[in-house]
């Protein structure tokens, strides 16, 4: 996949929309999204399925929590140990084209009518579909329920990094990294989250870091393929070498569960 703007730029610029304006996506734009969705891949060895749906064609409910969405993304996969992961990884990379297009996007993994969703789209029933992405370009004002729901989640902050980064083991936090993996630190940090929950917590070891969350839930395997995709993206933008693999959980007594690892090839 390729961007007009740089990742870092993308991230910082992404923030969640729930208000759009009454403009239809155009044909090319839709094409586009839809071929995005189509190419894109994860690291996991999960099968995701992107589709892009426009609100013109199919009754699509968020019970009033978004305002004239244009489309939506829907994402869908195989169950598999890594599937929520995947979806998180995958769905990210497709918020931040649509970003780089000029489009307002929000990731819903629970104000979304997924029955109503199922039955118009045709989702099978035996797939795991936690989550849609609404999609239209921003309106000048965000809605009401918007700005409470925003300020409820305190959507416009994030942990410090002493909260979310540590080296070697949980008690020390990460004190001296080069800047380039502060860079990419940095992008994990600004990653969206459920209810920015913001429930990962990554322990930095001379040549890999693991990536833990706060516990089990779906939705935070979710967030945490997300943060994996800022990881990954912005490693890439940086020029550092990591690949992701599953390890044998580094630290095994912690309160915190292991997810998966960036190794230093
Ligand atoms: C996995 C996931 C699920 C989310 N589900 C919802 C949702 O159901 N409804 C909603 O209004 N926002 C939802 N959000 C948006 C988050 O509340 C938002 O990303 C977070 O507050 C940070 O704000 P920002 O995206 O503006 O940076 C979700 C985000 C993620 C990553």
């Known amino acids: 996949m390729s961007f007009t703007q740089s990742i870092p730029s993308l991230i910082r610029q992404r923030i969640s929309i729930r208000k759009y304006q009454n403009v239809s996506l155009s044909t090319e734009v839709i ?40 489309a939506f993304i829907t994402a869908t996969a195989v169950r598999s140990p890594s599937a929520y992961f995947a979806l998180g990884f995958e769905a990210e990379a497709l918020v931040l084209y649509a970003t780089s297009l000029g489009l307002g996007s929000c990731i819903l993994g629970g104000t979304y009518n997924k029955k109503q969703f199922q039955n118009s789209l045709s989702i099978p029933e035996d797939c795991l579909f936690p989550l ?21 989640v305190k959507s416009a902050t994030r942990k410090p990094v002493e909260s979310l980064f540590f080296a070697d083991n949980f008690q020390t ?26 429930p990962w917590r990554l322990l930095v070891t001379d040549r890999a870091i693991h990536f833990y969350a706060v516990d089990e839930k779906p939705m935070h395997q979710i967030d945490l393929g997300i943060a994996a995709y800022h990881f990954d993206a912005a490693a890439r933008y940086y020029d550092l070498a990591y690949s992701l693999v599953l390890l044998e959980p580094p630290l095994k007594s912690t309160p915190f569960v292991y997810c998966f690892s960036f190794i230093e090839e």
Do not use: H, W
């Open 132 to 152: 849609v992405v609404s999609l239209g370009y921003p309106a000048d004002q965000d809605s009401l329920l918007s700005r409470i729901s925003r300020k409820a």
């Open 31 to 70: 094409t586009d999204l839809q071929s995005q969705c189509q190419n894109q891949q994860n690291p996991f060895d999960a099968d995701v399925t992107l589709q892009i749906a426009s609100s013109s064609t199919a009754k699509l409910g968020t019970y009033g929590m978004i305002k004239s969405a244009q």
């Open 173 to 198: 936090s990460l004190a001296q990294v080069s800047s380039s993996l502060r860079d990419c630190l940095e992008m994990v940090r600004l990653a969206p989250s459920s209810q920015n929950s913001q």
